[in-house]
């Protein structure tokens, strides 16, 4: 069974930081590709970053340089620092593992969490 649970959101003053995690399922956690999106009630979600299992990673234009994925294959684990945080990157943030040998943020996701609210106030 796929379970991808995500930890670490809360409020936080702009510029702060904050950093998130995903626990997944030993089958969730082996997979290629895992990612993180992000989503505002009323707009499309957004993907903010990917990494593969050799490490290979790619961001939205509209967090490279702030924010930084990782994970940790033994433990399953899927992180994201968030750092010189801004209200526009107040959402619901969702940890999500793609099967199959391409990595993609614009490719369809097949498992998701159930997200972790981040808050930034100006």
């Known amino acids: 069974q796929v379970q991808l649970v995500e930890s670490g959101g809360g409020s936080v003053q702009s510029g702060g930081s904050l950093r998130l995690s995903c626990a997944a399922s030993a089958y969730a956690g082996s997979s290629y590709c895992m990612g993180w999106f992000r989503q505002v009630p009323g707009k499309e979600r957004e993907g903010v970053a990917y990494?593969?299992?050799?490490?290979?990673?790619n961001y939205a234009d509209s967090v490279k340089g702030r924010f930084t994925i990782s994970r940790d294959n033994a433990q399953n684990t899927l992180y994201l620092q968030m750092n010189a945080l801004k209200a526009e990157d107040t959402a619901m943030y969702y940890c999500?593992?793609?099967?199959?040998?391409?990595?993609?943020?614009?490719?369809?996701?097949?498992?998701w969490g159930q997200g972790t609210q981040v808050t930034v106030s100006s």
């Open positions: 999500a593992v793609k099967t199959g040998s391409q990595c993609s943020l614009a490719a369809p996701f097949d498992y």
């Open positions: 990494i593969t299992t050799y490490g290979t990673t």
